[in-house]
Nanobody
Framework: QVQLEESGGGLVQPGGSLRLSCTTG?????????MGWYRQAPGKDRELVAA???????NFADSVKGRFTISVDNTKNTVYLQMNSLKVEDTAVYLC?????????????WGQGTQVTVSS
């Protein structure tokens, strides 16, 4: 079972930026799975924010297109989520997982996540 650890969250003003990191305990894209970032806001369902496959194919939620990017550092077994032009509605716990590109399937247990709060 892969171990996932998210970090990089915090409090930021609207319009600001954050970079989240997800460190895995094994080689990324193990078995060809995609790596995804998800978020869950209070009272809302967990949703896929962004996902990436080993060939660089990405999938983004409509709400973050043009503002967020996802990248991978295979030497560090780390997946990043660069979040720019943050909005209040981006406030949520952000989590990462292995799964499919659409985010409809996940293959590991959820970690603690990292809290992102966008507020003035």
């Amino acid at each position: 079972q892969v171990q996932l650890e998210e970090s990089g969250g915090g409090l930021v003003q609207p319009g600001g930026s954050l970079r989240l990191s997800c460190t895995t305990g094994r080689r990324i894209f193990f078995r060809g799975d995609a790596m995804g970032w998800y978020r869950q806001a209070p009272g809302k369902d967990r949703e896929l924010v962004a996902a990436i496959t080993s060939d660089g194919t990405t999938n983004f939620a409509d709400s973050v297109k043009g503002r967020f990017t996802i990248s991978v550092d295979n030497t560090k077994n780390t997946v990043y989520l660069q979040m720019n032009s943050l909005k209040v509605e981006d406030t949520a716990v952000y989590l990462c997982n292995t799964g499919n590109l659409r985010g409809s399937l996940v293959f590991a247990s959820w970690g603690q996540g990292t809290q992102v709060t966008v507020s003035s």
